[in-house]
């Protein structure tokens, strides 16, 4: 039961998870050692910690861990007691060998899938933001966090203007590398990678948890600011951006993502290259509900 009540306090449990999966390595190491080196039967033992490390470590940490039981035998072998040579038991010894060996390279090809597999599934293959499958689940983590604590969470809608006219007079190519740049200008604006997301062709999303709408406002101007300075190949970019905000356990994506979509359109409406917000009256002053750049017509 104390250990329940440590275990959660550790800065870093996967070191020490990592020191037990360690540990029980040097045990059988041990075992082997103590019951005939690589005759001993005890030798397979070594496949079940490279399985259980699998799941819990990443791919650089699993591959040190396969050296770790490949050389352990060997290291056991050298202080062995009552170690013979016994030349008939040699084709064990190699298919043993081969069974560790076997299962970590498969271990590590599987877990090399499982990677990449996450890794295309959670980001756009084009801009390198996170998609709106990461949107969806990190959304629900910040929901919960801000029932919890009656936190507050504000959602940027953002959209490229007359990006269709781009791709007409300038290709597909080019309005990919519109699409990479505003990004980017997006990304390094923001300063938060896991922040910022893209849900379609020309729209990207934001999400500011512990920001009222006011200062998602701002947010959103500096974003805007920086997309109209981009110039990628000498193009006039702008944005238009539309910004909701709720606290508490009236946080739900989909009223938050109706009420920045609706500014969204305001803002397009009303000229582009600007920022709508919708101000609750509860939240206090301190900001303005249109922040508006040069429009673009």
């Keep these: 039961m104390a250990i329940g009540f440590i275990f959660p306090r550790l800065k870093s449990p996967e070191r020490w998870i990592l020191a037990g999966d360690c540990l029980s390595v ?11 080196g690589l005759q001993s039967p005890l030798l397979p033992l070594f496949v079940l910690p490279l399985v259980a490390v699998a799941g819990r470590h990443t791919l650089p940490v699993v591959t040190g861990f396969t050296a770790l039981c490949l050389g352990a035998p060997l290291l056991a072998a050298v202080v062995a007691v009552n170690r013979g040579v016994n030349y008939a038991g040699a084709p064990r010894v190699v298919a043993d060998f081969a069974a560790i060996t076997g299962v970590a390279a498969i271990t590590i090809a599987l877990m090399r899938a499982e990677w990449q597999y996450r890794h295309q599934s959670l980001l756009d293959p084009l801009t390198g933001l996170l998609n709106r499958l990461a949107l969806d689940r990190r959304f629900e983590e910040l929901r919960t966090q801000a029932a919890l604590s009656d936190g507050v969470i504000c959602l940027i809608a953002a959209d490229i203007d007359h990006f269709k006219a781009v791709n007409d ?61 981009c110039r990628p190949r000498g193009v006039q970019i702008t944005m238009s951006f539309g910004v909701a905000g709720a606290i508490g356990r009236n946080v739900d994506y989909e009223r938050l993502f109706a009420s920045a979509d609706y500014c969204l359109y305001e803002a397009k409406r009303a000229g582009r290259n600007r920022v709508v917000a919708e101000i609750p009256e509860s939240e206090p002053p301190g900001g303005k509900n249109d922040s508006t750049g040069a429009a673009t017509g």
């Excluded at 041990?30 to 005939?36: E, P, R």
């Excluded at 990304?187 to 062709?201: A, D, I, P």
């Excluded at 006011?214 to 109209?228: H, I, K, N, Q, T």
């Design 169 to 229: 007079a300038h290709g597909h190519d080019v309005g990919d590398i519109v699409l990479r740049d505003v990004a980017y200008s997006l990304r390094t604006s923001l300063r938060t990678f896991s922040l910022l997301y893209r849900v379609g062709g020309e729209e990207f999303i934001a999400i500011l948890p512990g920001l009222g709408t006011r200062d998602g406002a701002l947010v959103a101007e500096r974003l805007r600011s920086g997309v109209e300075e």
């Design 26 to 36: 040097l045990t059988i190491a041990w075992g082997v050692a103590l019951s005939g």
